[in-house]
């Protein structure tokens, strides 16, 4: 079995795509604040450790200079004791040029600190430090602080930025879903457009509304629709010729069989003229079903305007009243004001309805009634009393050529016209035994298309 | 009855005059819309049986014409072509009836009976005159419950009066229902008819009105002893 892949839609995948991107430039936004987050806290901070270094060597000189001991309670001869406990951001030490330390700040670790102070900017295990030098090179002070501190407010600074992706990314998506919908709305109308025209329904499809871009494509449709409409009514009319010129000749005979019969006596001549229009019939009906079959499969079975199918249907039980017997036997139901509009053709409907009439006296019990109705919401049935048909040949019956347990005289088309004419027609006829309500019987139902207005 | 039968078709026309004939009608059969317009210009038809399709033209044009020229003659329309639209249209256009081709003779015979009744203003096929009992659809007669056989010519001349009954039918017109244009017609055959159709149905039930024609008369019922 080949599997078909599934059609993308195009306004998913828009949806997807343009919140992925929305999203991975946002990312990339926060990614290029964060560095330039970096470079200037780095500015900042470095600033802020230089200015300290600097503003420390006076003072330490000082310190030393004036040889005050440091106060005792730390441990520490030579480190400063602080004013209030804290925790302390920035650490220094201050040193002579062979590297003794000579002060250092309370929580300074001079073991961290490079054993060979040096000018400037440095980083090391963790640490960014800064040397300044006085006294003519003889005095260092450097000042350390924790990198972590820096990486610490880029990552919160970033980690600010990232949480409005949080509510963003919903909104983006829900924004990206309603543009792309409120953008797409013409090519959804365009499609369903399309979509309803088939077999039934060529008329041109309403390009009125359509975005630039789907013009032509719109326009493309609607010649093709205008070939296959062309195709079809030249189909059709080869077939109305067809009949045309099949009728003639077969009526031509029929009618000199009939004034042979009537101006013949009785004997073999005779009866063998009644065998020759015997034949002529069948051959008729057979014609007729025929082309009937044809111009169901040939299409244009709803017309641009709506007709008055129970004017139709009129017409066409007029024409089994000829026959007397079955005229007593037909009951038909139409609407309450007699009208019901609809777009179906009605010549399409006129022979949808002879067949399933058609089909009811053939093969319906003998002098039994046979119901047509025609209710309001347009719903066309034909009932007949019989014996129960089996599942298996109700399956069939829809088929050319089937027929079910009948010695009736038939073509064996009706019902394959009639479900032709109704799929066409872009609905279905249903075949259903026994009647609905009763235990026996059989009855065919049709829900006519694009009924208009209240009947 | 005279009847235009316009249908170009040679085979299917002979039958159809034919059948026609015998059922004691007269049968004018033309294959053109011009020379059947000739003749509904010359002679009053009680009945058209027109073709749709024709060499010259459309059998539609044809009828709508005759109806703008206020033309009342019934029409029955003979087509092949069998869509419900077609039919809209003829009926639309003014025929009183449409046989789709390939039809019964007999089928076309029930409705040229049909149409001319429902002209005459009578649709029913069923007529008591006095003692008779006259049913136009099935062409029986009975009289005094007895079966009374006409032939087809004695038939459509009953019936013509039966239809008109208080009209006052000339020789003239007679001979017009009996004969088509090729026709040769005796100078006492009209007269001939009468006499038969008097002996068989009775006397008094067509009066004769001296220099003028004739019309149907009122016969007493008979009251069975």
Redesign the interface.
Known sequence: MISVPRPHSLQRRLGLGLAFGVTLLWLAGTVAAGWILQAEIDKVFDSALQEVTQRILPLAYSEVLNGDPPPAGDGSANRLPSVLPHREQITYIVRDSAGHVLLQSHDADATIFPATPRRGFQTASGLRLYTEAGVQGTLFVTAAEPTRDRRQAVIEAAGTLLWPLVLLLPLSQLGVWALVRYTLRPVLVFQGEIEARGRGDLSPVNATALPAELGPMAGAVNRLIARLQRALDAERGFA?SS???L??????????T??LI?ETPDGPPRDRAHKVEAA?RQL?LLS?KLLQLAKAEGGGLLAEEPQDLA??LG??LDDFR?DPDLAARLHLALPPRGVLLSRMD??A??ILARNLIENASRHGAADRPVHVALTADGLFRVTNDSALVPPDVMRRLKQPFERGATRAAGSGLGLAIAETIAVGAGTSLELMSPIAGQPSGFEARVQLPEIVGPS | MRVLLVEDDPILGSAVRDQIAADGHTVDWMTRLDAAGDCVSTVTYELILLDLMLPDGRGLDFLKARRAARDATPVIILTARDQISDRIAGLNAGADDYLVKPFDLSELSARIGAVARRYAGNPNPHVDIGDLTIDFAARMIHRRGEPVVLTAREWVLFEAFVQRPRALLSKAQMEEQLYSFDAEVESNTIEVYIGRIRKKLGHDIIDTIRGMGYRLGQPKRTIPE
């Open positions: 109305a009949a045309h010129e009728r003639t000749p077969v009526a031509a005979a029929l009618a000199q009939q004034r009537a002529l008729s007729e004017r139709v017409f066409v000829s009605a010549d409907f006129a």
